[in-house]
């Protein structure tokens, strides 16, 4: 931490500081500067007490941290990406995956319908949400266990591992046995308790930056997971509120190219949520791409026109099949390569053919 003195300071004030300082358990270095005075604090500021409550006194003009507040997330403690194992598959190695699925789970033949469809387009994880926090209680909640038992149906059958958003501790346990990746939706990015919770599950967390969250602080975010053990963390760009209402968000092309710069995780883009309108959805992918994700999150439904939920920015079948076209040149020229699907997961179940 860097202690700036206001230009008043005397001589007595700079060694209160100092003795401050080194109560606080940290090293004090006092630079004498023309106009006024700062103390280097030196320490590790992850056992030591903060150094922050020092901007309290009368002689302090500002605490301006040295070292970055996320740690364990960042480039600088890790220079590899981490690598999130999900399924079979690898987020943050060369490969490149797109989720699929509709916004929620809706009925067995709809899920089927959209996994089969995603997949021979080349989608390799199925998306879904059993549970949905909707922003108006009349809007339609999810099916629950319904929803969950319909996931692990298709999975079953198709192979493709599951992406699903968790809203509620209490509904971690049905989870664990389906889930291959626990989705922390905008809403929830910062319920601390939660990802307390699912860090204790070890599992994959696809973590969605908040409506309204900075960058720091969606790292942040991902380091309350690394912190409490659980490195398998995927970030997640859907855009964020401005002023602007030509789309639903506005989605943060420099968030993704950040993401990728400071922190050692692998990025993903859902660009859905961040336009909530799917003319630009190809667009919007193709620039994620060229900015550094290592994956996509689209939502897809066999009749968006009767979705449950988020119909305006769910692409059909065709629409979806054509965005995997879109994204070939623009992954080649960034020496990506679309992840194969895993087949060698299917399970064949001679009562479901
Ligand atoms: C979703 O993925 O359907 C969803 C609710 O996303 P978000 O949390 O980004 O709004
Ligand atoms: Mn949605």
């Known amino acids: 931490m860097i202690i700036v003195l206001k230009a008043i300071a005397t001589k007595e004030d700079i060694q209160s500081v100092v003795d401050e300082v080194r109560q606080c358990g940290y090293e004090p270095h006092v630079i004498t500067g023309v106009a006024r005075t700062v103390v280097a604090a030196v320490g590790d500021e992850t056992t030591q007490q903060t150094l922050e409550t020092l901007a309290s006194l009368p002689v302090v003009e500002n605490v301006l941290p040295i070292q970055k507040r996320y740690k364990l997330v960042s480039r600088e403690a890790q220079a590899e990406t981490t690598l999130v194992h999900a399924g079979r598959h690898c987020f943050g190695a060369r490969d490149f995956h797109v989720i699929a699925g509709p ?3 809706e009925n067995l033949e709809q899920m089927l319908s959209v996994a089969e469809s995603a997949k021979a387009a080349g989608a390799t994880l199925l998306r879904g ?10 809007d339609f909640q999810g099916l629950g266990e319904e929803g969950l038992a319909i996931l692990h149906e298709v999975k079953q059958r198709t192979g493709l591992p599951i992406v699903t958003e968790v809203v509620s501790e209490s509904d971690l346990i049905p989870m664990l046995k389906i889930v291959d990746v626990f989705q922390i939706g905008a809403r929830n990015m910062m319920n601390y308790s939660l990802l307390a919770a699912l860090a204790r599950t070890g599992k994959p967390v696809l973590l969605k930056r908040g409506l309204s969250a900075t960058i720091e602080e969606w790292f942040l975010a991902a380091e309350y997971l690394a912190k409490q ?10 855009g964020i509120r401005t002023f602007e209402c030509a789309t639903r968000n506005t989605f943060d092309i420099s968030a993704i190219a950040i993401a ?3 922190c050692n995780l692998p990025v993903i883009a859902d660009p859905s949520h961040a336009a909530g309108r799917i003319d630009i959805i190809s667009a919007l992918s193709r620039a994620a791409i060229a900015a550094g994700a290592d994956g996509l999150m689209i939502e897809v439904h066999p009749h968006p026109e009767k979705a449950a939920s988020d119909g305006p920015q769910s692409l059909n079948p065709e629409q ?7 994204i070939l040149p623009v992954l080649s020229a960034c020496g990506r390569r679309l992840s194969k699907p895993d087949n060698g997961t299917v399970k064949t179940d001679a009562t479901n053919p």
């Not at 949400?129 to 009349?138: D, E, F, H, N, Q």
């Not at 979806?320 to 879109?326: G, P």
């Open 229 to 238: 053990g659980n490195s398998q963390v995927i970030l997640c760009e859907r």
């Open 103 to 105: 916004c929620s789970v």
């Open 129 to 138: 949400g059993a549970y949905k926090p909707r922003t108006s209680p009349y």
């Open 260 to 262: 990728k710069q400071e």
């Open 320 to 326: 979806f099949s054509l965005l995997m076209q879109d």
